[in-house]
């Protein structure tokens, strides 16, 4: 390991609720420290108050510092230039070594201002002439010119690259990006939770006022096409209820701007009739929600991180595709069998035929993940260790 302590400056989407960024960064954070454990980080986030309040929970043996995103918007510029906070921000970027662009679907102009968004980010890094690490990464789809512009010029001036799927190495090139791509699983998945995980829950279950065995649903509300679909997913939760006498329990993954739980209080769960009492309340605590997972009899899950969860805790899944990256992450893990595009949501039953599935050829899909995570995981954390020296 490197003897000598660095600088670095991680940027991603954190303090925004998002329960997967969060728990990319979490393991990007745990492995700069698995390299040194005297390098100095601070996290660029959305709201850095909360994000400090979250790494201490985890990292109580030194500091994790934070600051504000560059500024995108006139609020975040006012809040920046009236409470000296975008000269923290400039003076953290312009002192690092290293500027980490930590995952995930951050370049994607399924909504537009994404681009602009983490392309600023970047763009103040190489403004000071600091190496750009781009990691966990899934690219796509771009659908502008602009974008693809963006995205040319950024990733040709990084120093690595590090893509989370196949299928974004393949967007990169098309872009006529250059530089070596690698590919490597989801951060979150290279997450060492034994080791952030109180001993006193381990083995925790869903606390229910009835000890019953139990199934775990997610949603997003991303568009009125997929606000649709969660409904019909809803209806089908209903006869898998049924079939197979088991809790829902559904679990929010982001509450700020795409509030999850309002999803499922007003949208979702009260009109299809469900019993209000199991969505579970909101929270960001990581160790708490693997553990859920682990005892978990199977997972429905739209949100990404919640089918990553399910392959960290070796809990099978069924996954809704409603954006490529859903598919393309479930394609390379080889359980893409288990994956329900939206057009498939047209036949009724379609969610049912899945979990059945599922549930006949567990041992199918827990060879498939295995197989993966032993691979995968070892091959991403042996490199991040030698890139982060």
Same mark, same amino acid.
């Given at each position: 390991?490197?003897?000598?302590?660095?600088?670095?400056?991680?940027?991603?989407?954190?303090?925004?609720?998002?329960?997967?960024?969060?728990?990319?960064?979490?393991?990007?954070?745990?492995?700069?420290?698995?390299?040194?454990?005297?390098?100095?980080?601070?996290?660029?986030?959305?709201?850095?108050?909360?994000?400090?309040?979250?790494?201490?929970?985890?990292?109580?043996?030194?500091?994790?510092?934070?600051?504000?995103?560059?500024?995108?918007?006139?609020?975040?510029?006012?809040?920046?230039?009236?409470?000296?906070?975008?000269?923290?921000?400039?003076?953290?970027?312009?002192?690092?070594?290293?500027?980490?662009?930590?995952?995930?679907?951050?370049?994607?102009?399924?909504?537009?201002?994404?681009?602009?968004?983490?392309?600023?980010?970047?763009?103040?890094?190489?403004?000071?002439?600091?190496?750009?690490?781009?990691?966990?990464?899934?690219?796509?789809?771009?659908?502008?010119?602009?974008?693809?512009?963006?995205?040319?010029?950024?990733?040709?001036?990084?120093?690595?690259?590090?893509?989370?799927?196949?299928?974004?190495?393949?967007?990169?090139?098309?872009?006529?990006?250059?530089?070596?791509?690698?590919?490597?699983?989801?951060?979150?998945?290279?997450?060492?939770?034994?080791?952030?995980?109180?001993?006193?829950?381990?083995?925790?279950?869903?606390?229910?006022?009835?000890?019953?065995?139990? &199934? /775990?649903?997610?949603?997003?509300?991303?568009?009125?096409?997929?606000?649709?679909? =969660? +409904? *019909? %997913? $809803? !209806?089908?939760? @209903?006869?898998?209820?049924?079939?197979?006498?088991?809790?829902?329990? &559904? /679990?929010?993954?982001?509450?700020?701007?795409?509030?999850?739980?309002?999803?499922? =209080? +007003? *949208? %979702? $769960? !009260?009109?299809? @009739?469900?019993?209000?009492?199991?969505?579970?309340?909101?929270?960001?605590? /990581?160790?708490?929600?693997?553990?859920?997972?682990?005892?978990?009899?199977?997972?429905?899950?739209?949100?990404?991180?919640?089918?990553?969860?399910?392959?960290?805790?070796?809990?099978?899944?069924?996954?809704?595709?409603?954006?490529?990256?859903?598919?393309?992450?479930?394609?390379?893990?080889?359980?893409?069998?288990?994956?329900?595009?939206?057009?498939?949501?047209?036949?009724?039953?379609?969610?049912?035929?899945?979990?059945?599935?599922?549930?006949?050829?567990?041992?199918?899909?827990?060879?498939?993940?295995?197989?993966?995570?032993?691979?995968?995981?070892?091959?991403?954390?042996?490199?991040?260790?030698?890139?982060?020296?």
């Amino acid at each position: 390991m490197d003897e000598k302590p660095k600088k670095y400056v991680i940027c991603g989407h954190y303090g925004a609720t998002n329960i997967g960024d969060e728990s990319i960064g979490l393991a990007l954070i745990q492995t700069l420290r698995e390299v040194n454990k005297d390098h100095q980080i601070t996290v660029l986030s959305y709201d850095k108050k909360r994000s400090k309040a979250f790494y201490k929970r985890y990292f109580k043996d030194k500091e994790i510092k934070t600051a504000y995103l560059v500024p995108a918007g006139f609020r975040s510029l006012w809040r920046g230039i009236v409470q000296n906070e975008l000269k923290s921000t400039l003076q953290a970027i312009k002192t690092c070594d290293r500027f980490v662009l930590g995952g995930g679907g951050l370049f994607t102009d399924e909504k537009i201002a994404a681009i602009f968004l983490w392309g600023l980010q970047a763009l103040f890094a190489l403004w000071y002439k600091k190496p750009l690490y781009i990691v966990g990464q899934s690219v796509g789809p771009l659908r502008f010119g602009i974008s693809r512009r963006i995205v040319k010029k950024i990733f040709n001036k990084a120093s690595y690259i590090a893509v989370r799927d196949n299928a974004s190495k393949k967007v990169l090139i098309e872009c006529g990006v250059q530089e070596k791509i690698y590919v490597l699983c989801d951060l979150a998945l290279t997450l060492d939770y034994k080791k952030i995980m109180p001993h006193n829950i381990l083995n925790k279950k869903i606390v229910q006022k009835k000890k019953k065995k139990y &199934f /775990i649903v997610t949603f997003r509300g991303w568009d009125k096409k997929l606000g649709k679909m =969660n +409904k *019909k %997913i $809803v !209806q089908e939760v @209903g006869r898998i209820i049924k079939e197979y006498k088991l809790q829902p329990v &559904f /679990i929010p993954f982001q509450l700020y701007k795409e509030n999850d739980q309002a999803v499922l =209080n +007003k *949208k %979702i $769960v !009260q009109k299809a @009739g469900l019993k209000k009492n199991v969505v579970q309340q909101y929270h960001d605590e /990581i160790d708490t929600l693997l553990a859920c997972f682990e005892g978990a009899e199977f997972v429905i899950g739209v949100r990404l991180h919640s089918l990553l969860f399910s392959v960290i805790t070796d809990t099978p899944c069924v996954g809704i595709s409603y954006s490529p990256k859903v598919s393309n992450m479930m394609h390379d893990l080889k359980i893409s069998r288990y994956c329900l595009h939206k057009k498939e949501f047209d036949t009724q039953g379609a969610l049912q035929k899945k979990v059945k599935r599922l549930l006949s050829e567990k041992q199918i899909f827990h060879s498939a993940v295995d197989d993966y995570k032993y691979k995968a995981v070892a091959c991403a954390r042996k490199q991040l260790l030698k890139v982060f020296k």
